[in-house]
């Protein structure tokens, strides 16, 4: 009987969890262009990227940001995934999908360049100038609404991940990995 209370308790915290991930993440995936509270760690990575990729030359430079804010929560999750934990690998793959919001907005303001930047020059929007080098900046809104599409699916997808042993099992019974 203890046992089953135990389940139960570390049930109903995997969930409430997976709630405040929800409730973290689902502010970019409704106003992607706006700032929120993962956006301050995201910009971490993302300049973190355009340093570590600058000797691969320009472009993967200017990709490198966007690029390595998706790569290290993705990368956090598998590594939680190589260890059997699903749930700390949904909960990283939720962080991923609110970072793709969150580069889905920056994609789509390319044309635009009215987000505001670190640098406070628009000019030095990594998108424009990916997106103008290639001649393709009136992809960016849709390609911008693409990747919001796919950072719904991805966060969907992850939470589902995340409590796949609860969803699978009866509640009272063992929780499976």
Excluded: K
Aim: charged share 15%.
């Amino acid at each position: 009987m203890r046992a089953e209370a135990s389940a139960g308790v570390q049930r109903a915290g995997r969930w409430v969890g997976a709630l405040v991930a929800l409730l973290l993440a689902g502010p970019s995936l409704l106003a992607p262009a706006e700032f929120h509270v993962l956006d301050h760690v995201n910009l971490i990575f993302h300049e973190a990227g355009h340093m570590l990729l600058m000797p691969l030359g320009e472009t993967v430079m200017l990709l490198g940001g966007s690029l390595m804010q998706l790569l290290v929560p993705l990368a956090c999750g598998a590594a939680f995934l190589t260890r059997g934990d699903r749930y700390a690998a949904g909960l990283m793959g939720v962080w991923a999908g609110q970072s793709l919001a969150n580069v889905s907005a920056y994609v789509a303001d390319a044309r635009d360049r009215a987000l505001p930047l670190i640098t406070g020059d628009p000019d030095t929007h990594d998108w424009w100038q990916l997106l103008g080098g290639w001649g393709a900046l009136d992809a960016a809104p849709g390609l911008g609404r693409l990747l919001l599409a796919l950072a719904f699916a991805l966060v969907v997808g992850a939470v589902l991940l995340a409590l796949w042993g609860d969803l699978s099992e009866p509640v009272g019974e063992g929780r499976g990995r």
